[in-house]
């Protein structure tokens, strides 16, 4: 550029048209780059909008694990009211069974149980299915979430991108879930055996 500027010392009116079009030249360049970026920008902005879906639908995951949680919660409530009962009825029947053999007795008291026993793994197993299937869910949306945080968003973002999919996976692998058959299990546990040692000692 220099060389043109020394062949056009002579043509005064010329050398500006010349550094005129290279200024314009260069203003054409700029507003390109700005083009480039504002495309960026938007690409962007319609990632954002859909990581906004992704959250919502994560949420109301959330919000039904937090139902089944209320539903856990009604379960023991009506299983302590039922196991009462059941004590209740054990003592009546302790009672109006004093003139009955013992034998007699100790069967119905192994019905009971097995009934009782079938009722329990019944409700524990119902309960682990609900457990996998929200895991399930949850990984499911785990890893399409990682899949939208790997699109090609260019090389300018691709540091902020590995940032972001990192963040996410720690912040998911916090998440406990309630371990449902676990707390049931306990709960079972503690159930003391229908007390017999009154018609025994008959």
Known sequence: MAIYEKKLENLPHTQNLFRTMCFFLQKVLEVEKMDEIYEKLNIMRKSISSLNCIIKRFFNEINQLHELQKNINNSFSQAEILWQRLRDLDNLVSQSLKEKSICEYEKWKSDIQNDFDLYKKAKLDELEKKKLDYDIQLRNFLQERIQFK??????????????ISKDLKEELGNIQLPIISNDLESFFEEIEELDTTKVEEL
């Open 150 to 163: 790997n699109m090609e968003l260019g090389p300018l973002f691709l540091r902020e991108k590995k940032k």
